[in-house]
């Protein structure tokens, strides 16, 4: 089986480099250097203009946004090779990527939406857990080409339920983070010492991956490593209240978490990591967790 991979960034390009110790991988980034330092680095072949796709069966896409993975169609869409796979990585949008599907679908091609979780961590010891949308043989047909990079790949429904969970999952990290941190800055704001708030916390029942990893170790450390960006969290929270809104429920506090994440996305900065979300709240209380 031949593959390709498209789109080597924080998560694509160990992801890439997994797939290359099963299956022959053919690589391609906006920034073409990053391809030859992929192949370098693992032996994968770059792609030498997209005529090269006509005999790879299975293609990934792992980029910031389901616009993105649809510039990328408009470009490839000529060279697909028919009964071939589209596996799309990206965390995505549900009803756009329906509309990737069908388009696919006339070229003869299978879409299966299978954003992933695990973070960086995850991406570079080959551990993300994937869950994926799309019908369930093509799933099976993916399972090898998804196992050699995920310890764990779920089928969640048809096409954008893979999206849909993902974006509620990265809804409830949004939320957690952002408890975790009002909870700290008025813990703060009362003297009381964090190191042992948390020490606390982490086996008592309000306890969270925010408060047990992110925090401790993104936080009170001031180290905010950028390998989860901010604006990508927002754009997921966005992604989490439209799948809300669209089946009906009403969901309160993903309004109000995602116009948070907006805010801080505009005032701490989108490519900040993630947990700088936590900058925004000690601004407001004139605060620094240490
Ligand atoms: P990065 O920003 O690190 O990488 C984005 C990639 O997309 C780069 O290869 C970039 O190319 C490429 N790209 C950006 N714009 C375009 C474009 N217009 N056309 C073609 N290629 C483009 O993102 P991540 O790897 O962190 O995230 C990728 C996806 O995975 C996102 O949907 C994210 O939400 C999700 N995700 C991220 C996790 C993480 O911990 N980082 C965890 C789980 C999911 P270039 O090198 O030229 O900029």
């Known amino acids: 089986m031949k593959t390709a991979f498209v789109g080597l960034g924080a998560m694509g390009y160990p992801m890439a480099g997994h797939l290359n110790t099963h299956f022959k991988t053919l690589v391609w980034n906006r920034t073409a250097e990053k391809a030859h330092q992929h192949s370098n680095e693992f032996g994968t072949v770059v792609l030498d203009g997209f005529a090269m796709l006509q005999d790879v069966d299975v293609l990934f896409t792992c980029l910031p946004t389901t616009r993105e993975v649809i510039e990328v169609l408009e470009q490839v869409l000529p060279y697909l090779k028919k009964g071939g796979l589209w596996i799309d990585c990206t965390s995505g949008d549900p ?54 990079f995920a310890s764990k790949v779920v089928h969640v429904g048809e096409v954008g339920s893979g999206h849909a969970v ?102 701490v900065g989108a490519a900040e990591d993630h947990t700088a979300v936590v900058k925004m709240l000690e601004t407001w209380n004139g605060v620094v967790l240490k």
């Open 166 to 267: 993902k974006a509620v999952n990265n809804m409830l990290l949004a939320i957690n983070l952002l408890s975790a941190g009002e909870g700290l800055v008025a813990l703060a704001k009362l003297g009381v010492n964090l190191e042992a708030a948390l020490e606390v916390i982490n086996v008592s029942s309000g306890r969270s991956n925010a408060t047990q990893n992110l925090i401790p170790q993104r936080v009170l450390t001031r180290e905010f490593p950028a390998t989860f960006a901010l604006g990508l969290l927002a754009k997921d929270a966005g992604i989490a209240l439209d799948v809300a809104r669209s089946s009906g429920a009403s969901t309160p506090l993903f309004a109000l978490t995602e116009s948070l994440y907006k805010a801080a996305r505009d005032t």
């Open 95 to 148: 009803v756009k990527s329906l509309e990737v599907a069908q388009r696919l679908q006339a070229a003869e091609v299978t879409y299966l939406d299978a954003p992933v979780s695990g973070g960086t961590t995850g991406a570079i010891q080959g551990t993300l857990s994937v869950m994926v949308g799309g019908p369930r043989a093509e799933i099976e047909r993916a399972q090898p080409v998804l196992q050699s």
